[in-house]
């Protein structure tokens, strides 16, 4: 089983970045996929979460109307399109799969907001 997150780096702040998450070995299709992030020195939180079939998605109130949460099954890919990115944004985001007991978790990637 492998998660993978890319499309991290470093970004001005007002600026826009496209994070994507490809996922192996477990049937994606029937997961629900999530994106969370983790600053220093803070909790772990939840930004937004796509059903099994994208019919649903949901967001943290600090991301609604800056972010879009996607996936395509039949390439086993998340994405998370962020615009209008603020300095309180810079944490690493990590992609997480779900599904009954099955918890699957990619290693991170660092998205930094400069000011």
């Known amino acids: 089983v492998q998660v993978v997150e890319s499309g991290g780096g470093l970004v001005q702040s007002g600026g826009s970045l496209t994070l994507s998450c490809v996922g192996s070995?477990?049937?994606?299709?029937?997961?629900?996929m999530r994106w969370y992030r983790q600053a220093p020195g803070k909790e772990r939180e939840l930004v937004a979460s796509?059903?099994?079939?994208?019919?649903?998605?949901n967001y943290a109130d600090s991301m609604k109307g800056r972010a879009t949460i996607s996936r395509d099954n039949a390439k086993n890919m998340v994405y998370l399109q962020m615009t209008n990115l603020k300095p309180e944004d810079t944490a690493v985001y990590y992609c997480?799969?779900?599904?009954?007991?099955?918890?699957?978790w990619g290693q991170g990637t660092q998205v930094t907001v400069s000011v």
């Open positions: 070995g477990f049937t994606f299709r029937t997961y629900t």
């Open positions: 997480n799969a779900r599904a009954f007991a099955n918890d699957h």
């Open positions: 796509i059903s099994s079939t994208g019919g649903s998605t």
